[in-house]
């Protein structure tokens, strides 16, 4: 089958503001693993991140953009950081690249947890291990 363009006015072209999905995406299944909710936050921070991935939303603000409740929220955002597809340290977002994405751990060693919030000691040493080798 000959593949053309349906609409050559309307050709996508890469933006300057950098915004666009990457295919593995798709082909290497991480979609399969999240959660509509999740999809929703990591499209919304890919859309919103500058050229480094970097982003600053408040909580407030993505539970009323995404309308989502603060705990789905979170639950959005921990299985991102869980699949290496973002970091987060608040209030700062980082969406990562997919070819650095570590598959097989739990979470990263930079969860975004703070003082008060639990970490996944058997997923940090993993991590640490996985940089060391």
Not at 12 to 34: A, G, H, M, N, T
Not at 75 to 99: C, F, I, K, S
């Amino acid at each position: 089958m000959d593949k053309r363009p349906i609409c050559f006015s309307k050709l996508r072209k890469v933006p300057k503001q950098f915004s666009w999905l990457d295919q593995r995406l798709v082909r290497e299944r991480y979609i399969d693993q999240l959660s509509h909710h999740a999809c929703a936050l990591y499209l919304f921070l890919v859309t919103v991140a500058d050229a480094q991935g970097l982003s600053y939303y408040a909580e407030p603000s993505l539970c009323q953009r995404l309308s989502l409740p603060c705990p789905e929220l979170h639950e959005a955002r921990q299985a991102l950081m869980t699949l290496g597809l973002v970091a987060y340290q608040r209030p700062l977002y980082q969406v990562l690249a997919l070819d650095t994405a570590p598959r097989g751990a739990t979470t990263s060693v930079s969860t975004g947890a703070t003082d008060d919030e639990p970490v996944d000691i058997k997923a940090v040493f993993a991590r640490i291990w996985e940089v060391l080798t």
